[in-house]
């Protein structure tokens, strides 16, 4: 499975965090056989983008088959940190500056979604 962890980087070296949090991530072309919403050019817009709430695109990978890389924020796993860091592939990458920066935004506009009971009037 490919992951990307969640949790804040200055948090993983506490003794008192025991477990982490990961986001599953795929191919864009495996994400494209899921569904034709994937296909869509409104999706791919808004991967580019940036504003697709429970998506984030990652750069193709160094070295890697030239793929975009798709996080998603619906599939989230909790996992004992003793298990990730005891499993962690040779070469396990990690995001550089400015990605780091715009995934963790991304998250953080996934998670403070505020769903209200009642729209608000016209202002009129």
């Known amino acids: 499975m490919n992951v990307i962890v969640v949790t804040q980087s ?12 990961l986001a599953s991530v795929f ?12 296909k869509s050019a409104e999706f ?9 709430l429970s998506e984030f695109a990652l750069p193709p990978r160094p070295k890697g088959n030239g793929q975009f ?4 924020f619906r599939k989230l796993h909790v996992v004992p940190k003793s298990y990730v860091t005891s499993n962690v592939v040779a070469g396990a990458l990690s ?3 400015p990605y780091r920066e715009y995934f963790a935004q991304a998250y953080a ?7 209200l009971p009642l729209p608000l009037p016209d202002i009129r």
């Open 27 to 38: 191919d864009y072309a495996d994400l494209e056989k899921k569904g034709d919403v994937f």
């Open 109 to 115: 506009r996934f998670m403070m979604r505020v769903g």
């Open 69 to 72: 890389m798709v996080v998603s």
């Open 95 to 97: 995001l550089r500056s």
């Open 10 to 21: 200055c948090d993983i070296p506490k003794v008192a965090q025991t477990e982490l949090l």
């Open 44 to 52: 791919r817009k808004s991967l580019s983008r940036g504003t697709n």
